[in-house]
């Protein structure tokens, strides 16, 4: 699986962005997308996520009531429609998936990231 962003950018504060992942190559035993950041200095957190299995999704909660993601069922895509952003938003956002691959006799979950995309939001 092979995962590729795009959408981030340059944005005031107040403004609006919106990011979107691509899986490609096996996406069949993916089992979750999602989206983290790292922020200068800190570590990377969670951001959102969403199930394949049944759309739920999880937010931090920095970012519930701004921040949506949403996914196209055909196309194995996500989406992260991020408003009312913060200087305190910016970072690099990496998307990343839950890969269920062969090993030996059974099967292990890989965690499959992006290259990452860059948000700065400006005071």
């Known amino acids: 699986v092979q995962l590729v962003e795009s959408g981030g950018g340059l944005v005031q504060a107040g403004g609006f962005l919106r990011l979107s992942c691509a899986a490609s190559g096996s996406t069949f035993n993916i089992d979750a997308m999602g989206w983290h950041r790292q922020a200068p200095g800190k570590q990377r957190e969670l951001v959102a996520s969403i199930s394949i299995d049944d759309n739920s999704t999880k937010y931090a909660d920095s970012v519930k009531g701004r921040f949506t993601i949403s996914r196209d069922n055909a196309k194995t895509t996500i989406y992260l429609q991020m408003n009312n952003l913060q200087p305190e938003d910016t970072g690099v956002y990496y998307c990343?998936?839950?890969?269920?691959?062969?090993?030996?006799?059974?099967?292990?979950?890989?965690?499959?990231w992006g290259q990452g995309t860059l948000v700065t939001v400006s005071s």
């Open positions: 990343n998936a839950g890969d269920w691959v062969p090993a030996g006799m059974t099967r292990r979950r890989l965690e499959v």
